[in-house]
């Protein structure tokens, strides 16, 4: 039973360009969950969707931020415009319908120089 | 208050001996307890859940939760340098959401 697997592992983006995360559940998983954490830190919970329904944005930024996770394929967390402040590491996780232990993916180093 | 606290240390423990990691929560309605661990550079890995009051073992790990007082603590027996790590507690609350603690960090000397 493969894990919750997440691409790119790395990604460099320039100032103002767009940021595409991308995050396949474990089988059997239909929740969703992504983390920021910037280095010596802790996890920031940012969104919370099953699928074709985003449950809890209250931890996403306002603005150029935005998830999704359609009925196929891999959720999507999309950051538009970088800055060097979105730098850090994005976690996706994923549990199974009953909402209990979550599973991490490896996670996507952004780097915005 | 924080919802869920750690002592984000560093924590220090010859190799051997007990680590004791310590969580409160402040939602009285939760109902699920995890204990994450996570190495620099990685993402967490789940290593223990307690959903009930009283001890769970798995190996040289026992997940303690007393829901009374409202904490829930790790308890590493026969420390090993490679447990060196941060241990994160997570609390699911009344809803769905799981409450991260910032997460104590353990050191092994050996």
Same mark, same amino acid.
């Given at each position: 039973?493969?894990?919750? #697997? +997440?691409?790119?592992?790395? %990604?460099?983006?320039?100032?103002?360009?767009?940021?595409?995360?991308?995050? $396949? =559940?474990?089988?059997?998983?239909?929740?969703?969950? /992504?983390?920021?954490?910037?280095?010596?830190?802790?996890?920031?919970?940012?969104?919370?969707?099953?699928?074709?329904?985003?449950?809890?944005?209250?931890? #996403?930024?306002? *603005?150029?931020?935005?998830?999704?996770?359609?009925?196929?394929?891999?959720?999507?967390?999309?950051?538009?415009?970088?800055?060097?402040?979105?730098?850090?590491?994005?976690?996706?996780?994923?549990? =199974?319908?009953?909402?209990?232990?979550?599973?991490?993916?490896?996670?996507?180093?952004?780097?915005?120089? | 208050?924080?919802?869920?606290? +750690?002592?984000?240390?560093? %924590? $220090?423990?010859? *190799?051997?001996?007990?680590?004791?990691?310590?969580?409160?929560?402040?939602?009285?309605?939760?109902?699920?307890?995890? /204990?994450?661990?996570?190495?620099?550079?990685?993402?967490?890995?789940?290593? #223990?859940?307690?959903?009930?009051?009283?001890?769970?073992?798995?190996g040289r790990?026992?997940a +303690? %939760?007393?829901?009374?007082?409202?904490?829930?603590?790790?308890?590493?027996?026969? $420390?090993?340098p490679?447990?060196?790590?941060?241990?994160?507690?997570?609390?699911?609350?009344?809803?769905?959401?799981?409450? /991260?603690?910032?997460?104590?960090?353990?050191?092994i000397? =050996?």
């Amino acid at each position: 039973n493969a894990g919750v #697997m +997440q691409n790119p592992r790395h %990604l460099v983006r320039r100032r103002g360009q767009e940021a595409r995360l991308r995050c $396949s =559940p474990m089988k059997g998983h239909s929740h969703v969950y /992504w983390y920021r954490q910037l280095p010596e830190e802790g996890l920031k919970f940012m969104v919370y969707l099953q699928k074709e329904n985003i449950i809890d944005e209250s931890g #996403m930024p306002k *603005e150029r931020f935005s998830a999704e996770f359609p009925k196929e394929g891999p959720s999507i967390l999309r950051i538009q415009q970088v800055v060097r402040g979105d730098s850090a590491a994005y976690f996706c996780a994923s549990s =199974p319908q009953d909402l209990r232990e979550q599973y991490f993916g490896p996670g996507t180093r952004l780097t915005v120089t | 208050q924080k919802e869920v606290e +750690q002592n984000s240390g560093p %924590l $220090s423990v010859p *190799e051997g001996a007990i680590a004791s990691l310590n969580c409160t929560y402040s939602d009285r309605g939760s109902q699920s307890f995890f /204990w994450y661990r996570q190495y620099s550079g990685k993402s967490p890995e789940l290593i #223990m859940s307690i959903y009930s009051n009283g001890d769970k073992e798995d190996g040289r790990f026992t997940a +303690q %939760l007393n829901k009374a007082s409202q904490y829930v603590s790790l308890l590493i027996r026969d $420390s090993q340098p490679s447990d060196s790590a941060t241990y994160l507690c997570a609390v699911n609350n009344s809803n769905y959401q799981l409450i /991260w603690g910032a997460g104590t960090k353990l050191i092994i000397k =050996p």
